[in-house]
């Protein structure tokens, strides 16, 4: 089985810097920290009044969040420069002389780029297990919410990418990439809120239940909520909450869905941008070069 050699290549040069070290290191102690701290206030509390699985909801839920926040602010600043990196260095013009194809260099550099968040995924996975060990959660749980954060990770990846391809500077890459992230992540949730604003301004006059708009569904945080809910719940009114704003029961796997689609539209448009024959100014010079060379002959 032949690997990508740009993931060989990248993969290699991350693994040895002190860097990719340093943020295992930082990201595994801050989940850790917390998760330590909960354990000893909750393991104080057992001798009282026993077991109670809730406490291990709680610290799943807690856990979830804060790791779907770390992850949405680290997979943009590891594939945003990916391309234009190369560019600056002027050895994306090598790279294009080989014998690999643009749709395997994007590859090779999104893969590289998420095999570093995957390996801070897998490596939270024990921290999970202390909720399982408590009761309330179930190792199911526990492997769909980190393939759920694995989907992200690559959909979010192909966004860094993408625009990473068109961006001629890392630095406009990274706060473009950020935006879009943003606006994906919490700028549909508002503008969904704001128009179950308007349908809730409409129910008076003609007497129906306000929906939201399907554009919600492009958000992964809608995906992770729901997700979350069908899980564990969080609390007695969340089920209700989400059939009144009309978000279904199955919004985690239309989430999925959504960010899979996206993640290959991504990736192709950035394989052709990436591609040099796609550029109408080269593809113009050179049928002048053929042009010329018949006229000499």
């Known amino acids: 089985m032949k690997f990508n050699p740009v993931l060989r290549n990248e993969s290699k040069l991350s693994v040895r810097t002190p860097r ?18 909960f354990y000893n206030s909750y393991s104080s509390d057992v001798y009282v009044s026993g077991i109670n699985p809730q406490v291990a909801v709680t610290l799943y839920i807690t856990m979830a ?35 690999l194809s643009p749709l395997q260099i994007i590859l090779g550099k999104l893969s590289a780029s998420s095999l570093k968040v995957i390996m801070l995924i897998f490596c939270t ?29 690559i959909f979010v990846g192909s966004i860094g990418v993408f ?11 990274t706060s473009l990439t950020y935006a879009l992230v943003l606006f994906v992540f919490v700028g549909t949730i508002v503008i969904a809120y704001i128009w179950v604003m308007l349908s809730m301004y409409k129910v008076g006059y003609n007497g129906k239940t306000p929906t939201v708009s399907p554009i919600v569904y ?11 809910s ?10 209700y909450f989400i059939d009144q704003m009309g ?8 989430s999925i869905g959504i960010q899979l689609v996206l993640s290959c539209i991504f990736i192709f448009l950035a394989a052709r941008k990436l591609n040099p024959l796609n550029n109408r100014r080269l593809f113009n010079g050179i049928k002048k070069e053929r042009a010329n060379k018949k006229v000499k002959e």
């Open 218 to 228: 492009l958000s992964p945080a809608t995906g992770f909520f729901v997700m979350l």
């Open 20 to 37: 990719f070290s340093l943020m295992i290191l930082i990201y595994i102690v801050v989940l850790s920290a917390g998760t330590l701290i």
């Open 65 to 99: 969040i804060i790791q779907a926040i770390l992850l949405m602010f680290i997979v943009p600043s590891l594939t945003a420069t990916s391309i234009c990196s190369e560019r600056e260095k002027q050895t994306l013009d090598i790279l294009l002389s080989t014998r």
């Open 125 to 153: 996975i024990p921290l999970y297990s202390i909720c399982g060990l408590i009761g309330g959660v179930k190792l199911s749980n526990i492997l769909i919410l980190v393939g759920s954060f694995i989907i992200s990770t």
């Open 247 to 254: 978000i279904s029961k199955y919004a985690d796997y239309i």
């Open 230 to 239: 069908n899980q564990v719940g969080f609390g007695g009114n969340s089920f």
């Open 163 to 173: 625009i990473s391809t068109y961006s001629k500077t890392s630095k406009a890459a």
